[in-house]
C-alpha cells in the first residue's frame, strides 16, 4: 500500500494490468449488480440538473423509475446510489447497436450537450474510493465481468493506474497523481523487476 498525500492506495493499481474491452464485456459493469454507482449529493443535484438534456436518450422503464423513484436512492449500507431498473440496470444506461450499453450521461457530454461527464465512482471504475476519517481508501475493485479488461491491459503493457489516468488526476490532482507515478514506477523497478 501507498500513502500519498491523505490517501491510502492499493498496491493493485500497480500490480493490475487494466484496460476496457467494451467490445467484450459491452459495458457489463453498467449492468450487472445489485445498486446504482455510488454518488455524492452534489452529484445527486448534477443528474437532477441535466436530466432534461439525456430524458429521451434513457430508456423507457428508466423513464418510469425516475418518474417514481428519482435519480437516486439509498442502498441498504445507506450509500447515496443511482436509480437502477429490473434490479440492476442503471437508469442513465442506453444501448447501442450490438448490444452495446453506453451511458447517456457521457454520451451527451461527448456531444457538447452537458458539462458533466458521469458520476466519479463510474469514471474512476475499477476503482473505488472510501472516505474514512481523515483519509481516503484507493481499491481496486475486482469483479469476473472486468476479466477481459485485465487480459487487454497485461497484452498493451497497460496497468491499472496507467489506465485511469484521467479519473484520478481529476479526483485528486496532478500532483497527487504524479507522486502515484513515482511509487508506482519505484516498486516495478523494485519488486516486478521493471518490466511492464
Not at 13 to 21: A, G, P, Y
Not at 96 to 123: T, V
Not at 133 to 156: F, M, P, S, T
Amino acid at each position: 500500500m501507498f500513502q500519498i498525500q491523505d490517501t491510502l492506495v492499493s498496491l493493485d493499481l500497480v500490480e493490475r494490468h487494466f484496460c476496457c474491452d467494451l467490445s467484450t464485456c459491452l459495458g457489463a459493469c453498467c449492468i450487472e449488480g445489485d445498486a446504482g454507482a455510488p454518488i455524492t449529493e452534489g452529484e445527486r443535484d448534477e443528474l437532477e440538473r441535466v436530466l432534461p438534456a439525456v430524458w429521451a436518450d434513457l430508456l423507457p422503464r428508466a423513464q418510469e423509475a425516475i418518474t417514481e423513484g428519482g435519480v437516486a436512492y439509498r442502498d441498504p449500507e445507506g450509500e447515496l446510489v443511482t436509480q437502477i431498473v429490473d434490479g440492476k440496470n442503471c437508469v442513465f444506461s442506453c444501448y447501442e447497436p450490438g448490444g452495446l450499453c453506453s451511458c447517456a450521461l457521457e454520451r451527451a457530454y461527448r456531444a457538447g450537450r452537458i458539462g458533466f461527464r458521469k458520476p466519479m465512482s463510474c469514471f474512476l471504475y475499477p476503482v473505488r474510493v472510501k472516505q474514512y476519517d481523515g483519509y481516503a481508501a484507493v481499491n481496486y475493485h475486482r469483479w469476473k465481468i472486468c476479466k477481459c479488461a485485465e487480459v487487454l491491459g497485461r497484452k498493451q503493457g497497460l496497468r491499472a493506474y496507467q489506465f485511469l489516468r484521467e479519473p484520478l488526476v481529476e479526483r485528486f490532482g496532478q500532483p497527487w497523481y504524479d507522486e502515484l507515478v513515482a511509487n508506482c514506477e519505484a516498486y516495478i523497478e523494485q519488486y516486478l523487476g521493471g518490466g511492464q
